[in-house]
């Protein structure tokens, strides 16, 4: 593969937390060398002049569903391979929650298998946390380890069992095993729409109260004391469960958690026309928890940020919004959603990018999220100011489910590279 040499490039580059204007260049899969002043030797390279655009790591997206096996019709690894690479996604974090679940050593061998003959970006499997994710009998995690599952999660199904989750937790820990959770009391959340309140009485909506996160958070936190495993919050969306991370991270427990571009931009008045597109899991918030959660992933309380991508065909939308299917589609609305948050002031690109790229890789041991030399050359160029008007049916992902639909948004995709091989874009 020959080399490249990205010219006047504006380098976004998380780790020293620089956006600065210089040279990036690619060799064997690699990023060799990266210069803000001097002249990189241009010897043997493709030149490739970003025009003061931006260079940045690839984003790495925690918690994405891909429907193989099963409901191949919502998404495949192809189509939502292709959705990532035009959405600047070089490495996809795979949800269990499939039909059947990921849940065993050949389960997670016919996933993998798939996504390697379809897929051109990296694909991180996660396996599930107990079997059928029904919370009463643990998966083999050290085989599943083995299979190449990056973390264990039951995704939307909470472990209510306490006795069942404090024994995987602890058999994960002798493993050196991520955990991730979805932080919801099931009994307040059973049924719920929308979250409870004034507007959610006013819409006959039925709702759950933000306290739901926290109780939840708060049995997470004391059997992560009593096993000292490592343990990712999948969502946290309310200001209410903030103090409570807040002192587990104090207390030295290994614990991080993440949020979903969806709470971070939108909250609980776009329900206002009941529009189905809108309902995810957990449900939208409060206009003051999303500034507080935007607040927190700034300040690196929050850890990540992805799209959680959700598929859901036409049929399972087009219901009365009680009865419709939760979930909307990310991959593709990811950056340009993110961009919201940068053209308000909340973060700098710097932050952004810290979330998006830099701590899921660190946090998962994968590669991606830097630009130090010696880092792998997954890379995405794209105008952070370029404006479009977002049209689902243009997305690549067979489920065209996205709340931004008809929104007028800023950031265009230029180009994406995984281990130094272009995928997606163009001349630019």
Same mark, same amino acid.
């Given at each position: %593969?020959?080399?490249?040499?990205?010219?006047?490039?504006?380098?976004?580059?998380?780790?020293?937390?620089?956006?600065?204007?210089?040279?990036?260049r690619v060799q064997s899969g690699k990023v060799v060398e990266v210069s803000y002043d001097a002249a990189i030797d241009p010897s043997n390279a493709e030149i490739l002049d970003a025009k003061g655009k931006c260079l940045a790591p690839g984003i790495v997206d925690i918690g994405v569903k891909v429907c193989e096996p099963g409901e191949r019709h919502k998404e495949s690894f192809r189509s939502a391979a292709a959705a990532a690479a035009a959405g600047g996604i070089t490495t996809i974090v795979t949800r269990p929650d499939t039909n059947p679940s990921i849940d065993t050593p050949e389960a997670l061998e016919f996933q993998t298998r798939r996504a390697q003959d379809a897929a051109p970006i990296r694909v991180a499997p996660m396996a599930a946390l107990t079997k059928e994710r029904a919370g009463r009998? %643990?998966?083999?995690?050290?085989?599943?380890?083995?299979?190449?599952?990056?973390?264990?999660?039951?995704?939307? +199904?909470?472990?209510?069992?306490?006795?069942?989750?404090?024994?995987?937790?602890?058999?994960?820990?002798?493993?050196?095993?991520?955990?991730?959770?979805?932080?919801?009391?099931?009994?307040?959340?059973?049924?719920?729409?929308?979250?409870?309140?004034?507007?959610?009485?006013?819409?006959?909506?039925?709702?759950?109260?933000?306290?739901?996160?926290? %109780?939840?958070?708060?049995?997470?936190?004391?059997?992560?004391?009593?096993?000292?495993?490592?343990?990712?919050?999948?969502?946290?969306?309310?200001?209410?469960?903030?103090?409570?991370?807040?002192?587990?991270?104090?207390?030295?427990?290994?614990?991080?958690?993440?949020?979903?571009?969806? +709470? &971070?931009?939108?909250?609980?008045?776009?329900?206002?026309?009941?529009?189905?597109?809108?309902?995810?899991?957990?449900?939208?918030?409060?206009?003051?928890?999303?500034?507080?959660?935007?607040?927190?992933?700034?300040?690196?309380?929050?850890?990540?940020?992805?799209?959680?991508?959700?598929?859901?065909?036409?049929?399972?939308?087009?219901?009365?919004?009680?009865?419709?299917?939760?979930?909307?589609?990310?991959?593709?609305?990811?950056?340009?959603?993110?961009?919201?948050?940068?053209?308000?002031?909340?973060?700098?690109?710097?932050?952004?990018?810290?979330? &998006?790229?830099?701590?899921?890789?660190?946090?998962?041991?994968?590669?991606?999220?830097?630009?130090?030399?010696?880092?792998?050359?997954?890379?995405?160029?794209?105008?952070?100011?370029?404006?479009?008007?977002?049209?689902?049916?243009?997305?690549?992902?067979?489920?065209?489910?996205?709340?931004?639909?008809?929104?007028?948004?800023?950031?265009? %995709? &230029?180009?994406?590279?995984?281990?130094?091989?272009?995928?997606?874009?163009?001349?630019?």
């Open positions: %593969m020959p080399a490249t040499l990205f010219t006047n490039a504006r380098i976004i580059d998380p780790a020293a937390g620089t956006d600065r204007i210089g040279q990036l009998e %643990m998966t083999e995690i050290g085989f599943l380890q083995d299979a190449g599952a990056v973390a264990f999660t039951d995704c939307d +199904h909470v472990v209510q069992n306490t006795k069942v989750f404090s024994r995987a937790l602890t058999y994960a820990r002798s493993l050196g095993a991520l955990v991730m959770a979805h932080v919801q009391e099931p009994g307040l959340s059973a049924g719920a729409a929308v979250t409870s309140g004034k507007f959610a009485s006013l819409r006959g909506l039925p709702g759950v109260t933000a306290m739901a996160e926290r %109780m939840a958070l708060d049995r997470d936190i004391a059997l992560l004391e009593m096993t000292g495993a490592a343990y990712h919050a999948d969502q946290i969306t309310t200001a209410r469960a903030l103090p409570a991370l807040e002192r587990a991270k104090s207390n030295g427990l290994n614990i991080s958690a993440g949020v979903s571009i969806h +709470h &971070l931009t939108l909250n609980e008045l776009d329900v206002a026309d009941y529009r189905t597109f809108f309902k995810v899991k957990p449900p939208l918030r409060s206009e003051e928890d999303r500034c507080a959660v935007v607040e927190a992933l700034a300040s690196g309380l929050i850890d990540t940020l992805s799209s959680m991508h959700t598929p859901q065909d036409e049929e399972s939308k087009r219901l009365p919004f009680e009865e419709a299917a939760s979930g909307a589609v990310g991959l593709e609305t990811l950056l340009p959603a993110s961009m919201r948050l940068i053209h308000a002031g909340d973060l700098t690109l710097p932050q952004l990018f810290a979330a &998006l790229s830099m701590r899921p890789a660190k946090r998962l041991g994968l590669k991606g999220g830097r630009l130090a030399v010696g880092s792998v050359a997954d890379l995405i160029l794209f105008d952070p100011e370029a404006p479009f008007v977002l049209d689902r049916t243009k997305l690549s992902s067979k489920s065209k489910n996205t709340p931004f639909d008809g929104a007028r948004v800023q950031g265009r %995709m &230029l180009g994406t590279w995984v281990g130094g091989a272009r995928i997606y874009g163009g001349d630019t």
